[in-house]
């Protein structure tokens, strides 16, 4: 069965901190990755996507993901975080634009001022 | 653009009793889809539309869950009898739709509707 696992549920980071946070996925052949965000008080919203082509994807706010079919993962990034990327983050997949998206359990991102 | 409108954003009820809510997806969006948010876990898709066809339900419990998109626009998701593990967050989200081309499945969300079952 499809799925979408996120290892880390809480992560806590100070400001300027690198971020990585993983996902992996359960899917083979062809794959639609994506990461949403929910700040505190606000819709889940999309941060960026992959469909094909390069698997490094820029999304808003600097954050980018990279597409390692090998290894099944869609890691998020930033280099350095802000207060304002506390959030949850979800990880979410389907093998095509017309089936189900499957989300991961979310990791909540905590940075300290 | 108007975004995608959910109501009533917060119910409360007692076990047993029926809910329903509303979703009013963005103007255009052939694909509608029900989440389910339990907290602490990731959205669980509960029933996926295609204009006013269901495209995957495989997850709704639908010896009490129902849902409905009439005419291919908006869409009630209906819950009776409730349970108290019936408590969760429901998202409606819409995507464009369509067979391929970048941005098809890409997800815009309602606030979500809370419920409380007591």
């Known amino acids: 069965a499809q799925s979408v696992s996120q290892h880390n549920h809480h992560v806590i980071l100070s400001e300027a901190a690198s971020l990585e946070l993983g996902c992996n996925y359960s899917y083979g052949g062809t794959v639609n990755l994506f990461w949403y965000v929910q700040y505190p008080g606000q819709h889940l919203q999309l941060l960026l996507k992959y469909f094909s082509g390069d698997p490094l994807v820029k999304g808003i706010k600097g954050f980018e993901a990279e597409f390692i079919k090998s290894k099944f993962s869609f890691n998020l990034r930033k280099p350095s975080v802000q207060w304002s990327d506390t959030a949850e983050y979800f990880c979410a997949g389907s093998y095509s634009s017309a089936s189900k998206i499957i989300f991961g359990s979310g990791t909540r991102l905590s940075i300290r001022p | 653009e108007a975004g995608v409108a959910q109501s009533p954003r917060y119910k409360i009820i007692e076990k047993r009793q029926s809910v329903a809510f509303w979703c009013n997806p963005i103007?255009?969006?052939?694909?509608l889809y029900w989440y389910q948010q339990i907290l602490g876990q990731g959205p669980k898709l509960l029933i996926q539309f295609q204009n006013n066809g269901v495209v995957d339900d495989s997850q709704l419990p639908k010896d009490r869950f129902s849902a409905e998109r009439l005419k291919g626009v908006d869409s009630t998701l209906k819950i009776q009898p409730a349970k108290l593990e019936d408590s969760a967050v429901y998202l409606c989200?819409?995507?464009?739709?369509?067979?391929?081309?970048?941005?098809?499945?890409?997800?815009?969300f309602g606030a979500g509707s809370r419920l409380t079952v007591l």
């Open positions: 103007s255009g969006h052939a694909t």
């Open positions: 989200a819409s995507s464009p739709g369509g067979t391929g081309g970048i941005g098809a499945n890409v997800l815009t």
